[in-house]
């Protein structure tokens, strides 16, 4: 298909400028380059072969600028026009979330208020983030403190490092962890046991930790232990703890199992722990080590063919 476009003179040296001009924007350019072999007269696969762009985009540009000529070149902001966070803003955005949306939601998504309160998502995410601190816990339970003969075979010639076989186990424990999404921090505790008490304990230990009067959402596993009376009788003391549930069969979408994975794999998978104090003792010290240089975690694909779909293929339970 070709365009039969006519060019001034005044717009012929303009586009010539963007076309070839070393400090005009790649895009500029490559739309100038556009207008102007459709001008000499190629076809739009001529076109889309050149300037390696698709036939969508020669049909784009070359209608705009058919319509608006030099003007029509120019990229504009399709999108939600930019608000400013102001004070009346902010306060309007935590007004709107200490209230039950309507339409049998139990709590406000940052899409759904953004979309009830007219602004961007992300202005609502930015918000929350302000006012809210968003753990992501779990515990790791049956730690076995282990006292191993031979901590580690060295590597030799031909062989790989190995574990002695022979060791004497002192006992277990559970490491609790609350992991700060939005810092990289961890809040850790050790316990015997890791029954509903533990785990409203290690709760309690959360809200002392933060400012008073901050909201706090708690990210956690469908364990029966985190749907218990005891820890419903806590919530209803503190109103402004909130939890929330990964699915079932998915508590591996909870950041704090890679940082469970990373302790594992430093301290605990070679570790020699004379006793369960020692281990403790040892956990404790990552813990507190780990925390002088903290990282978040930042989901990300670097494969598009693995995301999630409706038609992807899943397994059953």
């Known amino acids: 298909m070709r365009d039969a476009i006519t060019l001034t003179n005044s717009e012929l040296m303009e586009l010539t400028r963007r076309a070839h001009g070393r400090t005009t924007r790649a895009e500029d350019a490559r739309r100038a380059r556009l207008i102007l072999l459709l001008a000499e007269g190629h076809t739009w696969d001529e076109v889309s072969e050149r300037i390696d762009c698709s036939r969508g985009f020669v049909a784009s540009w070359s209608r705009r600028f058919t319509e608006q000529r030099i003007a029509g070149l120019y990229s504009r902001h399709w999108g939600q026009v930019a608000t400013v966070l102001t004070p009346e803003l902010e306060a309007r955005i935590l ?4 209230h039950v949306p309507t339409g049998g939601a139990t709590h406000w998504s940052t899409r759904k208020l953004g979309a009830h309160l007219g602004v961007s998502h992300m202005m609502v995410a930015r918000v929350w983030r302000k006012h809210a601190a968003v753990f992501s816990v779990d515990e790791k339970t049956a730690i076995q403190a282990l006292d191993r003969k031979d901590p580690v075979l060295p590597l030799s010639p031909g062989r790989a490092e190995r574990h002695g076989f022979e060791y004497f186990r002192h006992g277990t424990l559970s490491l609790y962890a609350a992991f700060n999404t939005k810092t990289g921090e961890v809040l850790g505790k050790t316990a015997a046991r890791h029954t509903s008490a533990e785990f409203v304990a290690f709760l309690t230990d959360i809200v002392i930790d933060q400012p008073r009067g901050q909201e706090i959402h708690v990210i956690a596993d469908n364990l029966s232990a985190h749907k218990s009376k005891p820890v419903l009788d806590f919530l209803a003391v503190h109103p402004k703890v909130h939890l929330h549930f990964t699915p079932t069969y998915s508590s591996w979408l909870n ?58 293929v899943g397994t059953g339970h």
């Open 255 to 312: 950041q704090v199992e890679l940082w469970f994975s990373k302790i594992e794999r430093d301290v605990i998978a070679r570790g020699v722990f004379t006793s369960v104090s020692d281990l403790k003792r040892k956990l404790m010290r990552y813990i507190r080590q780990y925390n002088k240089s903290p990282r978040t975690v930042k989901w990300k694909y670097a494969d598009p063919s693995h995301h999630i779909s409706t038609q992807s």
């Open 95 to 98: 007004e709107a979330t200490r």
